[in-house]
């Protein structure tokens, strides 16, 4: 991601002050009911399931006057065997804007940017990234810190708990969180919080006792089952790592208690917390269709100026 790119495919490598780019525009859009893309159609190619992701980008592109077609794996060509790359390309054809993009192969949103001419937003690929998730968590943190006018997070400490190996959104908060200054502690069993994340940037924990008191907010993360991540005792499971009533009560004062959702209630966090004074999970759902406004806005204008300087 650049200022200019009309591509949003992954947070690491970012410069900085691209990411605090778009949260700025982000926050600016929050008001914001337009018609900077009026006339320009968005498509949600949504290969993986979603409900926060696909609706945000809807109501996003909608507030800025765009219209918006919806494709998914059921029920479109790709059930016949199309790849995503054709899908991508017949899709583009017929005069697409920006494609949105949710897959299960990591990597599979850059493929498609790789086959085609319109902007392409990542909205979760796999392992790999779920760049617009991060913005959304990094806004919301922003505004609850009152760190909304530079998004500057130095001397803030946070936990993300649970299944970082197999997610996308442990590996986008990772890059923008200490991006923008903060300092991020991995938390989990060897399996999902494995030494080697160590190389992105943050630090590894087993112990969560000791996290969850030391922390200005603890990101949850959802266990992927899907992705055929592996517990062993779910009580034991979340007696270790679970946001528990208890271990809530812990936090620091001021703490804050996140989650991208969807969540497994009772399992990675108990419901008394995930609906508890410190929660910002709603918040979280609130700054999403802004920050995709800011997404989209940003790769689609950057994609009419690469074709215009192109002649
Ligand atoms: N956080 C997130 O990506 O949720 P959805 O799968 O519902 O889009």
């Not at 055929?228 to 979340?238: D, L, M, N, V």
Request: neutral net charge; glycine residues 10%; proline residues 3%.
């Amino acid at each position: 991601m650049s200022g200019s790119s009309r591509h949003l495919l992954q947070i690491r490598g970012s410069h900085p002050d691209a990411i605090r780019r778009l949260l700025a525009s982000a926050r600016d859009c929050s008001a914001l009911m337009g018609d900077e893309l009026a006339g320009t159609t968005i498509a949600n190619l949504f290969f993986e399931d979603s409900t926060r992701t696909r609706v945000s980008f809807t109501v996003a592109a909608q507030r800025l006057g765009a219209s918006v077609v919806d494709l998914s794996g059921k029920g479109s060509s790709v059930s016949k065997g199309e790849s995503l790359t054709d899908t991508a390309r017949t899709v583009e054809a017929m005069g697409v804007g920006a494609l949105v993009v949710r897959c299960a192969q990591s990597g599979g949103a850059g493929l498609i940017a790789n086959a085609v001419s319109c902007a392409v937003i990542n909205a979760g690929d796999g392992r790999h990234e779920h760049p617009t998730q991060a913005l959304t968590d990094a806004l919301t943190l922003a505004r609850a810190t009152g760190r909304e006018s530079d998004f500057d997070f130095s001397g803030l400490r946070i936990a993300i708990v649970g299944d970082c190996a197999a997610s996308r959104v442990a590996r986008s908060n990772i890059a923008c969180l200490t991006a923008m200054g903060a300092e991020v502690v991995c938390c989990g069993p060897p399996s999902m919080a494995p030494g080697s994340l160590e190389s992105l940037g943050c630090a590894v924990s087993r112990d969560m006792d000791e996290v969850v008191g030391s922390v200005d907010a603890v990101m949850m993360l959802r266990i992927q089952f899907e992705r055929s991540s592996s517990i062993g005792s779910p009580r034991e499971y979340r007696d270790r790592y679970g946001l528990t009533r208890e271990r809530g009560e812990r936090m620091r004062p001021g703490a804050w208690v996140m989650h991208p959702g969807p969540m497994n209630r009772g399992l990675e966090i108990d419901g008394e917390v995930a609906d508890g004074d410190r929660s910002l999970v709603l918040r979280q759902v609130e700054s999403g269709p802004s920050v995709r406004m800011a997404a989209l806005l940003s790769c689609v204008k950057a994609c009419r100026e690469s074709c215009t300087s192109a002649g």
